[in-house]
């Protein structure tokens, strides 16, 4: 993460799933990455943004859903 410009304090792992797309089975592991300031080499987005604003791919709302686990689904 530091050479991609993000200066962070942890890396915890989070939750893994399995994803079937195409006749692919993909195994994703999350993470959740504390960090030290917001790069602005990348967009950051809040809740509500990800909720109004950014079309995730059905693989990573799963992700979110658990992380936001008190609410409404996206």
């Known amino acids: 993460l530091n050479e991609l410009g993000i200066d962070f304090i942890n890396i915890t792992p989070f939750i893994t799933k399995k994803h ?3 006749h692919i ?22 809740k509500s943004e990800l909720d109004n604003k950014i079309a995730l791919p ?3 709302t799963y992700f979110i859903s658990n992380f936001y686990p008190n609410e409404k689904p996206i």
Do not use: R, V
């Open 20 to 22: 079937l797309f195409t």
């Open 25 to 46: 089975e993909w195994d994703m592991q999350s993470y959740i990455i504390c960090c030290k300031n917001k790069s602005s080499d990348y967009e950051w987005f809040s």
């Open 58 to 60: 059905s693989a990573f």
